[in-house]
Nanobody, 124 residues
Framework: QVQLVESGGGSVQAGGSLRLSCAAS????????MAWFRQAPGEKREGVAT????????YAYSVKDRFTLTRRYGTTNTLSLQMTNLRPDDTATYYC??????????????????WGQGTQVTVS
């Protein structure tokens, strides 16, 4: 059973930065991905950034050049999302996720099997 534990988040003014981290309890699937998704009130959950075993990183258009996804491999995988130049429309609950399918389909939520509990990001 994969457990995803998120940390970071909080409140920041527009133009500020935040860093989210996610610790995964075991290795991801051989052909899978790890990702950050977000969901604003009244909106659908959307992919923010993903990385797969081939180190292919995919970003949502709205966060390109502002967010950076990194991953540290080890006994526990750690997935970090550095967010800069934050805007009010980045306000959402951010979820760490792990899935069975890599590549661009991961950003669309295809094959996502595990979700973290979510962490709130508020930009004013």
């Amino acid at each position: 059973q994969v457990q995803l534990v998120e940390s970071g988040g909080g409140s920041v003014q527009a133009g500020g930065s935040l860093r989210l981290s996610c610790a995964a309890s075991r290795y991801m699937y051989d052909n899978g991905c790890m990702a950050w998704f977000r969901q604003a009130p009244g909106e659908k959950r959307e992919g923010v950034a993903t990385i797969d075993v081939n180190h292919y990183i995919n970003y949502a258009y709205s966060v390109k050049d502002r967010f950076t996804l990194t991953r540290r491999y080890g006994t526990t995988n750690t997935l970090s999302l550095q967010m800069t130049n934050l805007r009010p429309d980045d306000t959402a609950t951010y979820y760490c996720a792990a899935g069975e399918i890599g590549g661009s389909r991961c950003l669309g939520g295809v094959g996502i099997t595990f979700w973290g509990q979510g962490t709130q990001v508020t930009v004013s």
